[in-house]
């Protein structure tokens, strides 16, 4: 009887990634292999990769080594943005068999086999230029969590000065209304509660075709298999009142936007290429308070590109500070080849860089604090989701607060509608004990007063 092939993966980067790895492993196991654990001595390793900043390049290398460690006769293939562009800097990494760019990622099986059978000593290279990426493959996560990602959209015809995203994946494109609909459906049947939507620019979903990222919310919307939905990160420009005021009413969509700001100062803005200027986008966060008080609202920020002064990374600071947001997520420039900012002046030392982001590490908790303590003793329905090593479960409420509690079985997956507590040492918020039945209700429901 011959020996089941088993194959881990590993995934490095955005909520888009999750998805695709997840469509690759599903490829692997329905052709008989068996999905195991980084570390549970794998025949094939997939590394499905990143390249937004440096530390992701190098992360892919320290994972190569790993897994040649692990299990030194193991089959290793490399994926992913990173893949696509650099793919002879990986094809160069001692103990890499195959590197796959964006055109043959979705054939790996295929390429995995076929190498595997000819006992190819060189590494195997498949990549094209990027313009010639032009096909949507739908992809999206299930099983290794009690959240679904769900790619809707790939690519990006925006041309920030930072950022090597259009590069790696190509131009906008979209999978189609019906389709996504489908899938939905299937991943709520299979027990799944929330669905994220994932893409590089979600906001031009349908960008070229009569359909709107709008009209794809309403279809979901009435998806009845499933009980929540997020979008994962919208840009400021494409987010209308419409789509606002429709998360404010719907059945599924949760209270929760992360919007993409990369820096309070209009100046750098500029040298950024971005589509916006910082009224534009304090206009879209009076908008979601307005029309949804309790919805929490995320922020994508870059410290340290080439230009930000003291006194720009101070306009930065202050613009966030008055803000009514929820969390940052903070990111140090990084400097990335065929980039426009690459050749630019006014290099920040990357220990400013560094202390920058900790000022602005400092003030996300600030903000999620405060943000947490407004909803202290409120009733939300909680998704249960990760166990701790201390016993404890965390979930995610409607809108977006991280909960701890005592961990009983069946929990994992589970909607439950309980009051808040208060905040713990960690800045989590804690609740009394939970049964584990499920409440179906969405509506969130709070009081202030």
Known sequence: MAKEKKVAFYTLGCKLNFAETATLARDFTDNGYVKVGFEDDPDVYVINTCSVTESANKKCQNLVKKAKRIAPEAFVAVT???????????????????????????????????????????????????????????????????????????????????????????????????????????????????????????????????????????????????????????????????????????????????????SGSDKILKRMKRRYLRKLYSDRVIAIKKMIPHCCIGVDVIVGFPGETSEDFLDTYNFLNELDISYLHVFSYSERENTKAIKMDGVVPKWERAERSKSLHQLSDKKRRSFYREFENARATILFESINEDGTVNGFTENYIKVKANHKKGMEGALVKRSLGRLDKDGLMLIEPVRTELNSSNNFSYNLS
Do not use: W
């Open 80 to 262: 992913g943005c990173y893949a696509q562009l650099k793919p002879k800097e990986i094809a160069a990494i001692p103990g890499v068999n195959l590197v796959l760019g964006a055109t043959e990622k979705f054939n790996i099986l295929e390429h995995v086999n076929h190498s595997n059978k000819d006992k190819k000593q060189d590494t195997a290279v498949h990549a094209c230029e990027i313009d010639h990426v032009k096909e949507f493959i739908p992809s999206y996560s299930q099983g290794d969590r009690t959240r679904s990602f769900l790619k809707v959209q790939d690519g990006c015809d925006y041309s920030c000065a930072f950022c090597t995203i259009p590069l790696a994946r190509g131009a906008s494109r979209s999978d189609t209304i019906a389709n996504l609909v489908e899938s939905a459906e299937k991943i709520g049947k299979s027990g799944v509660k929330e669905i994220v939507l994932s893409g590089v620019n979600i906001g031009d979903f349908g960008k070229g075709t009569p359909v709107s990222l709008l009209d794809l919310i309403k279809a979901l919307d009435q998806v009845e298999s499933v009980e929540r939905f997020r979008i994962s990160s919208i840009e400021p420009n494409l987010l209308t009142n419409e789509i606002i005021e429709f998360v404010a009413n719907s059945k599924r969509f949760m209270p929760h936007f992360h919007i993409p700001l990369q």
